[in-house]
């Protein structure tokens, strides 16, 4: 049996253990950051990610909450048995 992939956006599960609302990313964000995308990165509704979009979440993460913000915050890639 060969695995595949699946990559899964986890921006909503980091908001949550982190205490910020997707409407306090986007107001933050605001002029960063296009509304659309935090909602829609939030939900996980996305197939396509720009990477500039992902830096700079990743970035108005840290300054909301004081820690550091890895791929793995945003992202998740998960081995799925075929």
Known sequence: MTATYHTRVCLGDTLKRLGITVYQLQKEGRGIVARGTCYAMARGDCDRIDLSSVEK???????????PITLSDILAIERREA
């Open 57 to 67: 979440i990743a970035t108005l993460l840290e300054q909301m909450s004081g820690q």
